[in-house]
């Protein structure tokens, strides 16, 4: 093995001498021969992967890249060399550059496949830009009149989002996956999504939100009739009533636990109002006393724990219409 990367090191030393002489000129050759160069440093850059010299073999292949006019591919191999190099953020940045080359020379599908590639670069190391990527290569899909293919990369930026616990950006895509499935008529992965935002709402203690979204989504055909339209009413109502068995009984069920990973789990900690571990209950923070001027915290309220939570509803309404008028839309 040794002797073998050797063998290939010094063949790629090689094919980097032959490159540079096509890119110079001389009183016989005008100008440089660039596709020949391109063509020696991609050659140079495989060498010294096999050789294990990545750093070598990613300055080759972006050589590679600046000397061929279409120097997409020689990106990209780049980007996969400065990946094992553990350098995710300079490879992601040149599979960018890939794409935006795919994009101008009327390629746009293929830049959508480069995204999902780089996307999956980072997936681990920098969450946020694979999600970032994921959905640039479904708008790019979308732009293409490809819907189908446009679904997949927004199911994996919702994950993502999800893990990192950024919920309305996780709902704005949820929104948009669910107007692509109209688009295809798949109106079964449409319910799906709106049991899944009807958690999320859940999971962040707004009601309100999730009970729109929840009525709302009688609009899409067949889904009052629909298992989820039954599994969204019945943890609504838990939530409502703070019947805490019932909410644990109603997310134990298989429908549940077959919607995407990170939704499962948000499912399985969901917690009604008074429940430990509910979010927005336990936390302290100043309320208006309609009845008086001054101001009171949570822990005076907890005398009354329902006035409480009636508070915490109207104020959420509010917020609901505010949302509603800046967005519209379904849920």
Known sequence: MAALQERKLQEGLRLLKEAEKFEKTSWLKWKPDWDSAADKYMKAGTCFKTAKSYDRAADAFKKAADAHSNSNAALEQAASVLKEMKNVTEAVSLVERAVEMYRQSGNPDTGAFALIRGAKMCDNSDPAKAAELYISASEMNVSEDKVREAIEPLSKAINLLLK?????????????????????????????????MVVVHLHESDYVAADNCYKESFEIPGFGSSEEAVAAEKVLNCFDQGDADGMKSCTSQALFTYLDNEIAKLSRSLRVPGDTGAKGFTEKRLVTNSNDDHLKTDPQLSANPELNYTGQKEASNEQAIKDELEEGGLC
């Open 164 to 196: 990192l616990r950024r919920f309305p950006e996780a709902l704005k895509v949820m929104r948009q996956q669910i107007k692509l499935y109209e688009q295809v008529e798949n109106f079964q992965m449409m319910f799906k999504v709106v049991l899944s």
